[in-house]
């Protein structure tokens, strides 16, 4: 089936630092939606990208949607301690359902 | 803004038995989805229902099943429960037309 490839994992940084992550997969998707999940809770959407090569932002919050449309990018500029979570991506390619990538978890040193 | 709201939000069962999680869409969604979520894990999708009809089917087993009502809630039923179905169960809903899916809060269910 359908796999996304999320990076990185994990990121440790400290508070005010930029954040990068990505997803990338072999097959094509159509939309592209990145959501934050704090523990124990439901996954907050953030962003959706429709179109290739569009670009997106929420806040400090800014998304890409590959050209190629088999990956997408998160940024995150000057962290707060707030920003703290897991982030997934999630895409969409004609069916209804939505496939995660496994996530970041990203923590912030104060 | 209203929400996707879950019932109940925890869950404790014991093996072989029956469990009926609820889910409300947001107002005027049409489109309910139900994803599980182990620990450490992405959420996975189970099924989705458009109209009050199954519209894709995940990796949802055969000893549950789940229906949209009227009313657009939906429910997921599970039996025969196992050790290996505690997990964080999401519903979630969208708009006809749009691919933007907003989370409830989740059950966190225990098999015990």
């Known amino acids: 089936g359908q796999q996304l490839n999320q990076s990185p994992q994990s990121m440790f940084i400290q508070e005010g630092e930029d954040v990068s992550m990505n997803c990338t997969s072999s097959?094509?998707?159509?939309?592209w939606l990145w959501y934050k999940q704090d523990p124990g809770e439901g996954p907050v959407l953030l962003i959706a990208?429709?179109?290739?090569?569009e670009l997106t932002s929420n806040g400090r919050l800014t998304a890409q949607f590959g050209i190629t449309r088999k990956d997408s990018f998160l940024n995150i500029s000057a962290s707060i301690p707030s920003d703290v979570g897991i982030y997934f991506c999630a895409g969409r390619s004609g069916a209804q359902k939505l496939v995660f990538g496994q996530g970041t978890r990203l923590t912030i040193n104060p | 803004a209203a929400g996707v709201i879950q019932s109940p939000r925890h869950l404790i069962k014991e093996k072989r038995e029956t469990a009926t999680l609820k889910c409300y869409p947001i107002p005027r969604h049409d489109t309910v989805y139900w994803y599980q979520q182990g620990p450490g894990q992405d959420p996975q999708f189970l099924i989705s229902?458009?109209?009050?009809?199954?519209?894709d089917k995940g990796s949802i087993p055969d000893r549950f099943s789940a229906q949209q009502f009227s009313d657009y809630h939906s429910e997921l039923n599970m039996s025969s429960l196992e050790l290996g179905d505690s997990a964080l169960y999401f519903c979630?809903?969208?708009?006809?037309?749009?691919?933007?899916?907003?989370f409830g809060p989740g059950t966190r269910l225990t098999v015990t």
């Open positions: 979630a809903s969208s708009q006809r037309g749009r691919y933007e899916q907003y």
């Open positions: 097959s094509i998707f159509n939309t």
């Open positions: 990208l429709y179109k290739a090569g």
């Open positions: 229902f458009y109209e009050k009809m199954q519209s």
